[in-house]
């Protein structure tokens, strides 16, 4: 990690396209500024990790109580006194 130290009207530049300044300074909190190409995806971290968190519960949902498992209507997951031509 890289720690600097800049002050009202400095700024950082990060590879050859995006400008990182400080634009104020009021207490604790500290107003930036950010140029960068059109292309390119700037959100504030808690945003960010609460879309890659929805992008990954989308991917693999959590299975749902209420209703079984596909896999078990054909026993998969049935216990063996259960399947189909088995007695207990």
Not at 33 to 45: K, S
């Amino acid at each position: 990690m890289l720690y600097l130290t800049r002050r009202v009207g400095q700024s950082v530049m990060i590879g050859d396209e995006i400008e990182l300044f400080v634009e104020e300074v009021r207490g604790r909190t500290v107003k930036l500024g950010i140029r960068h190409p059109a292309g390119v995806t700037i959100l504030r971290r808690e945003l960010y990790d609460r879309i890659r968190s929805e992008n990954i519960r989308a991917v693999d949902p959590p299975l749902d109580p209420d209703h079984d498992d596909p896999g078990a209507e054909h026993g998969e997951d049935a216990p063996v006194s259960d399947k189909i031509g088995e007695t207990r």
